[in-house]
């Protein structure tokens, strides 16, 4: 990989420690990736912010880089944090929240912006064609394929080297050639609802590996729905995009996938682990809600209100709580509570004694059997906000 | 007995020799490991229950969350970690784990001819590993 002066000054030391290492990492995959040189990026995003998924080590590593002074170059926002500081801090033990703090101190430290959201795109929008190192495999779904920028799934140290080097390895989905599609997706049936995009993404995860695919019958599918679809698709695989439209390419050649709505009905059956019909806490909000879902969930709850026996947690963004304030205060007046900055899957929800969530994402019903140790309840939007007002 | 050699690409350098421990299923290590001891914790998965320490961990790719690789991290730390990592095709959060985690790491193996069980010797500078298929070792750690 050919490096410019500068690049290679960083590289032998002849910066900081922390530049050094940073470089170290986006040499060594650009290498392996066969990446000509290092590119420009717009802004980066990282992930592995929740003190529960990171835990101790990887938190002295983040110390470490932000003792040594180690510098973002570009705009770079942060995933949720593992509680937020109104309604979750005052639940869980005060240790927890001390050392949440601290890996947010690393990162503002380090000149993050505290976003602590995983749709960055709602705060500032990527423009078409630019590059982005970003980590927060759903939101490098969406960016690839509903933004038109480019960008690789980073895990979560090397979108912070890209950070603070400024730039990332110009391989993989930086390059026009790896874009492509290599399968056809044909549905039998239009898709009905947020939790049969979910599905489609499980389902296709699983058996397209890193393959991108045209999906045929997505053209009328709203932007909400396309994030459901990917969340689920970075969940399940390695794919990191997927096109809605039908590209300018001949299509006859390439292979095809029929997915038949019994698939789509046996992902959802498998993603509820349980039979209960009452759930602890019933969650939407993976990834976090735009200005439409908030409105959306308002308008569905109407005059009803929440059941006690029930918790209800909407996540969104800050920026996005701030815009839909007049829905947000419906919904909590009606019992429902709308968190910033974290979600019911990187925090501590056994702590709260949540045994069994409902949820209308199919990437919370992934992962909350592991990270949560309870039991999931996929079901559409609708349904979720009925059986919180009525049970 | 002569030992099977398999060539891929090197990712990570490094030399061991270890029990194998096999997955036709991806892995992520977000969610899919158990941080503390290593332990396979997704349900439905082929090695649900096997732990994953000082093995030469063999598995198609990674998948899901980009936190896998402060995963792969922690473990290490805590000396929970693979002994090394094989993969049929790497992905980029599973080798920047292996990279600051420093586990010798080599993909572009076809790890169908390893079995759960067998020693494995990792040579990752040169990208080659050595088989020895071993009878009655099966699932050790399970």
Not at chain 2, 30 to 38: F, I, S, Y
Not at chain 2, 66 to 86: D, F, R
């Amino acid at each position: 990989m050919h490096l410019t002066k500068e690049e290679e000054r960083i590289y032998d030391g002849e910066f900081c420690w922390a530049n050094q290492v940073c470089m170290k990492i986006l040499v060594r995959l650009g290498e392996l990736f066969k990446a000509k040189k290092l590119i420009p990026i717009s802004s980066s995003h990282v992930s592995g912010v929740s003190y529960k998924t990171l835990g101790d080590a990887p938190t002295e590593f983040l110390e470490a880089l932000a003792k040594a002074n180690a510098k973002v170059k570009v705009k770079s926002t942060l995933n949720p944090q593992s509680l937020d500081c109104n309604f979750l801090c005052k639940r869980l033990p005060s240790d927890l929240y001390e050392k949440q703090m601290n890996v947010l101190n690393c990162f503002e430290k380090m000149g993050f912006t505290s976003s602590l959201t995983c749709t960055p795109y709602y705060l500032e929008k990527p423009k078409k064609d630019v590059h982005l190192a970003w980590a927060e495999s759903s939101a490098v779904v969406y960016a690839n394929s509903v933004l038109g920028a480019w960008t690789n799934r980073e895990g979560g140290p090397s979108a912070l080297a890209a950070a603070i080097i400024g730039k990332t390895p110009d391989y993989g989905m930086h390059q026009a050639e790896n874009r492509q599609p290599k399968v056809l997706v044909k549905l039998e049936k239009p898709l009905l609802d947020d939790v049969e995009f979910g599905a489609l993404g499980i389902f296709l995860g699983k058996i397209l590996k890193d393959e991108i695919p045209i999906i045929q019958g997505l053209e009328k599918a709203s932007k909400d729905n396309l994030k459901q679809l990917g969340a689920a698709l970075a969940t399940a695989g390695m794919t990191n995009m997927f096109y809605h439209k039908l590209p300018r390419i001949k299509t006859e050649k390439i292979e095809k996938i029929s997915v038949q709505t019994s698939d789509l009905k046996r992902t959802i059956e498998k993603l509820t682990t349980t039979s209960t019909k009452t759930p602890d806490l019933i969650f939407v909000g993976c990834p976090h809600c735009s200005l439409n879902e908030i409105r959306q969930i308002a308008k569905l709850i109407g005059s009803r209100k929440i059941r006690k026996e029930t918790e209800f947690w909407v996540c969104t963004s800050r920026h996005i709580k701030e815009k839909a304030i007049k829905h947000v205060k419906k919904i909590e007046r009606n019992g429902g509570h709308v968190l910033t900055d974290t979600c019911a899957v990187v925090t501590w929800t056994e702590k709260l004694g949540i045994k069994t969530i409902m949820t209308n994402s199919a990437k919370t019903a992934h992962y909350v059997p592991t990270l949560n140790k309870a039991q999931t309840i996929l079901a559409p939007l609708k349904e979720c906000i009925k059986k919180a007002c009525e049970g | 007995m002569q030992p099977i050699t398999l060539k891929g690409r090197k990712i990570v350098e490094g030399h061991c020799k270890a029990e194998a421990l096999v997955s036709t299923k991806p892995i992520s290590f977000l969610g899919g490991v158990d941080p503390a001891d290593g332990k396979i914790i997704e349900r439905d998965h082929d090695l649900y229950g096997a732990c994953i320490k000082d093995k030469v961990l063999c598995f198609p790719h990674g998948h899901g969350s980009t936190v896998g690789s402060y995963v792969l991290y922690s473990l290490a730390k805590k000396n929970c970690a693979p002994k090394a990592i094989i993969n049929q095709t790497a992905d980029p959060v599973v080798v920047v784990g292996a990279i600051i985690a420093n586990i010798p790491m080599i993909d572009q193996i076809e790890i169908k001819k390893i079995t759960t069980g067998d020693i494995a010797e990792v040579d990752a500078h040169k990208g080659i590993i050595k088989i020895w298929k071993e009878k009655g070792a099966k699932q050790a750690c399970i």
